[in-house]
């Protein structure tokens, strides 16, 4: 089967390589793969960070969600059969091989995909929505009515993100450049703000709760914008011990996430997708083969969206 590999770490060590296709361990079953998305901590990891501690020794065959349909299934498998289409983020962080045309699956890890959504979207669900989904649910609690500061809302997860809020019945607030504040207020955006334009807490007081997509100094700053009896909830890991210690300065609740596969989560995030509620906007689709300009676009932070990759 055909496989992205990386044998050394480096985004220029990309390569297109056959590999046996995998066999079935219990409780899993095999799909023939449709898509699979791109984020950055694909190309974080490719580069020796991100999950790299998590992974084993290389060489590794990125990717960590996709779609596509089932090719065949352990004999204790009784939840999916041949044919169901299916999406699904894989073991995160240790490696789960979706840049390829086969891969080797945790059938409780999946989710079916509804009729009325398309493989190639689906591809670049999971990762994304589950992490939204589980920053403004699981660790935010976001409740009718409150008001939710979502930063770097014009990318993948921040964009959901937006959705998602509003659909919970929120007051959202998102931070983009400028070109993106209309299309992130057709997306359910209260209030926009440009990042560029001053200091944010001079602009938003008493939030709610903060879905901080930066971190680092941006991070730590946002946490002025936060109630007394807030939370931020912080996504990137590299910077989630400079952030606590902030908010322990200032007595204000921050709280990282590593999202968690989650089969039943990611059923609901497909069929708010099948019936429009919520939108995947796919910033580019190009062929497995492009992983490497897949990753060099994604790391430029100036997607409005998912990056798929079609196989």
């Not at 210690?245 to 059923?267: F, H, M, S």
Request: hydrophobic residues 45%; charged residues 20%; proline residues 5%.
């Amino acid at each position: 089967m055909k496989t992205i590999l990386l044998e050394r770490f480096g985004l220029d060590q990309l390569s297109v390589q056959q590999q046996p296709v995998p066999a079935l361990k219990s409780g899993e079953v095999r799909v023939r793969t449709a898509a699979c998305g791109v984020n950055p901590i694909d190309w974080k990891t490719c580069s020796g960070g991100g999950a790299a501690p998590f992974i084993g020794e290389l060489p590794f065959i990125p990717g960590w969600e996709l779609s596509g349909t089932v090719d065949a299934v352990a004999e204790d498998v009784t939840t999916l059969k041949v044919g169901d289409r299916v999406l699904g983020l894989l073991r995160f962080p240790e490696r789960a091989g979706c840049y390829a045309e086969y891969v080797a699956a945790p059938a409780s890890e999946l989710a079916r995909c509804p009729d009325a959504l398309e493989l190639i979207p689906a591809g670049g669900l999971a990762l994304a929505g589950l992490t939204a989904w589980q920053a403004l649910f699981d660790k935010g609690n976001l409740q009718p009515g409150q008001r939710v500061l979502i930063t770097a809302a014009a990318g993948g997860v921040g964009h959901l993100a937006v959705q998602l809020a509003k659909w919970q019945g929120a007051y959202v607030i998102a931070t983009a450049s400028a070109h993106n504040h209309d299309w992130l207020q057709q997306l359910g955006a209260d209030q926009c703000i440009d990042y560029n334009d001053g200091v944010l807490a001079d602009q938003v007081q008493d939030v709610d709760l903060i879905l901080d997509g930066i971190g680092g100094d941006s991070g730590e700053a946002s946490l002025a914008c936060l109630a007394s009896n807030g939370v931020l909830v912080t996504l990137p890991s590299v910077t989630k011990d400079q952030l606590i210690a902030a908010g322990d300065i200032q007595a204000k609740r921050v709280e990282p996430l590593r999202v968690t596969a989650n089969g039943k989560q990611l059923a609901e995030l497909a069929q708010l997708c099948a019936a429009g509620t919520v939108k995947l906007t796919i910033a580019a689709t190009l062929p497995l083969e492009d992983a490497g300009k897949a990753f060099a676009d994604s790391a430029s932070g100036h997607t409005r969206g998912k990056i798929i990759l079609t196989v």
